[in-house]
């Protein structure tokens, strides 16, 4: 029988409105209204879907909590759940008529009879109990169920299946023989139930039966605003605001792990597209040049800081992320000259430079350094913020100023600074000129900043690792510059900070990492090995790094890094198992107090977008 959508008979009586003409929205009509219904016995076609419609005509005498999320959370499943009051004094009357037929059966009865009697009885007085003593009301409760599939075989796969998870729950269901029709009416949000459906499926619940049978038992992340990267268990979309701070939410600070290959640069990507949208401003530091497309598409600043043109000389004086607890209770570290703050980051970036040095050299060094600001700039240990703020980048010394300091020094008494001076020759005059010597380059007027680094990942590490922190660095000082602007920092493959050495520069990673919620800015971290950062030397530090972020994606891990992530977080055993077999762009997305298992999901002019870097 082929019917046009919903048709009801009219009474021709009544004036037909019309369905076309201004504001009779027909164009939408016939965009949402299926081509034709084709009900048979136990199912029916709606335009090109398959669909069967049940009803759950059987119950256990004890349910669990959500006892019906098992059903709803089957793929093509969808559940309508109707409750009609009922009028308790007539249902007591009748439950104490049962009550006197089930004590009957149990004197009178054999075994089998006898024990099924007696569990009835049980049953019986404590719904009674709950009516009278509890005072609950009590409700006719129906609920149908709706498979759609696109093919009759899933169709009836996906039935055998319903059926089976409502035989595991105790439960039993049935196909609406030639009663499809009136199954759809059920199923559908028109809020009507057809008497026959309703005889077919209604049975008395009290109102915790009935409380507990709504399946919104999904952990999902729906925020109302923010950015969408995907969905649930589910099936329902992750809409994840990092801005929207408070309760078990402290921070806008994101970390993502994974072993290679996962899909963690993808999922960035995503991330920092859908916030760019929003009107947030990108830094990216980039180590393997994934980034660069997508910058481009953005119409952003992409900065080569590997001896390209995006110089940034690590001698400028600029803004420090320091810890408020190491700072005293007060917080305010601009107490601090300008100049203090920056030897700190200068002795740690000499010393993923220069690893050799001997405490007399790194004292006199700083010496030279000292003496270097206030030759040639004026600036001393008083010298204000106020003082420096507007000091253009070509006035700052640079590493060939230094260097030809510490030679001159090295003429006059060579046992003392000779051997500083040949450590320092490469980057004032010789290989890694190119890198520092020449004022700070370096712009932030886009929106989308990248700074990569990929030119020097077949380096030496110490000059990565230098370069690498000194472009983080500077990416601080960006964000301090302005505290009203929304900026998230990205920081790409931060196992190359994790030096054992030189914890100083997961130091600067972690009081950044707890201070950028105060500039209005967040810091994603996005790494692949967690052990990296739990070796005893470094571990205060790391550990905090992996503790601090408010949100976390954990992707599929190795084995060890698994092992230490449970520990961790506490992971549960399907939370470790899920990591440890999840396919690409599948993990545990974890916000506040909230963890969701999450799939990572783009639409195919955003994966253009992205370019291939990093598996995109």
Not at 180 to 200: C, I, N, T
Not at 291 to 313: E, F, H, P, Q, T
Request: contains cysteine; proline residues 4%; hydrophobic residues 40%.
């Amino acid at each position: 029988m082929i019917i046009p959508f919903l048709k009801k008979k009219r009474d021709n009586s009544v004036k037909k409105r019309p369905l076309s003409g201004p504001g009779s929205g027909s164009g939408l009509l016939n965009v949402l209204t299926p081509m034709a219904f084709d009900f048979r016995q136990r199912q029916f076609t709606m335009g090109d879907m398959f669909c069967r419609v049940m009803v759950i005509t059987g119950y256990p005498s004890r349910v669990e909590p959500a006892w019906l999320s098992r059903i709803v959370k089957l793929p093509g499943v969808f559940a309508s759940i109707h409750v009609t009051p009922t009028d308790p004094l007539n249902l007591i009357n009748k439950i104490n008529v049962s009550i006197g037929e089930f004590a009957g059966r149990i004197d009178t009865g054999k075994a089998l009879y006898r024990m099924r009697a007696e569990k009835a009885l049980e049953d019986a007085e404590t719904l009674l109990k709950k009516i009278d003593q509890e005072q609950q009301n009590v409700f006719y409760v129906t609920v149908v169920i709706l498979v759609l599939a696109h093919d009759e075989d899933t169709l009836n796969r996906r039935s055998r299946r319903l059926e089976s998870a409502l035989a595991a729950s105790g439960m039993r269901g049935r196909a609406l023989i030639f009663r499809q029709e009136d199954g759809l009416l059920a199923a559908g949000p028109w809020s009507v139930l057809p008497e026959k459906v309703s005889r077919a499926g209604k049975r008395n619940m009290p109102s915790e039966t009935v409380a507990a049978a709504f399946p919104f038992a999904s952990g999902g992340i729906k925020d109302g605003s923010g950015v969408v990267l995907g969905r649930d268990d589910s099936g329902g979309i992750v809409q994840l605001d990092v801005w929207k701070r408070g309760g078990d939410r402290p921070n806008s600070n994101l970390l993502v792990l994974g072993k290679p290959g996962v899909g963690k640069s993808f999922t960035v990507k995503l991330f920092l597209y859908l916030e760019w949208i929003l009107g947030s401003k990108i830094i990216m530091i980039d180590p393997e040049r994934e980034y660069m497309d997508l910058c481009r598409g953005l119409g952003g600043s992409w900065v080569d800081c590997a001896g390209g043109k995006g110089m940034i000389n690590p001698l400028q004086v600029r803004l420090y992320p320091v810890d408020e607890d190491d700072a005293g209770k007060s917080g305010d570290r601009r107490s601090l000259g300008p100049l203090f703050l920056h030897v700190q980051f200068l002795r740690t970036f000499f010393n993923l430079y220069l690893r050799d040095l001997s405490d007399i050299e790194k004292a006199i060094l700083e010496d030279a350094l000292v003496e270097l600001y206030s030759d040639s700039i004026g600036v001393t240990w008083e010298t204000d913020f106020q003082a420096i703020k507007h000091v253009p980048a070509e006035n700052w010394p640079n590493m060939r100023n230094l260097y030809e300091l510490v030679s001159k020094k090295a003429e006059k008494d060579p046992d003392l600074w000779r051997r500083l001076a040949i450590l320092l020759k490469r980057s004032g005059v010789g290989s890694d000129a190119a890198l520092w010597v020449g004022p700070t380059t370096v712009h932030a007027n886009s929106d989308v900043i990248d700074l990569d680094i990929f030119n020097l990942m077949n380096a030496d590490n110490s000059v990565k690792r230098a370069q690498y922190f000194n472009v983080l660095s500077y990416a601080w000082h960006i964000i301090e510059t302005d505290r009203l602007e929304k900026i998230f920092l990205g920081v790409d493959e931060a196992y190359i900070l994790a030096d054992p050495q030189n914890p100083q520069t997961l130091e600067f990673l972690r009081n950044a990492n707890k201070r950028i919620r105060k500039y209005m800015g967040g810091l994603g971290v996005i790494t692949q090995n967690v052990v990296d950062f739990l070796s005893p030397e470094i571990e205060r530090y790391g550990q905090a790094l992996l503790n601090n972020p408010t949100y976390k994606l954990l992707l599929g891990q190795g084995e060890k890094d698994l092992e230490a992530l449970a520990r961790l977080m506490k992971l549960s055993e399907a939370e470790s198992d899920l990591l440890a077999t999840a396919e690409r762009g599948e993990g545990l997305l974890v916000a506040g107090n909230q963890r969701i298992r999450m799939n990572v999901e783009a639409s195919a002019h955003e994966i253009a977008l992205f370019g291939s870097a990093g598996g995109a």
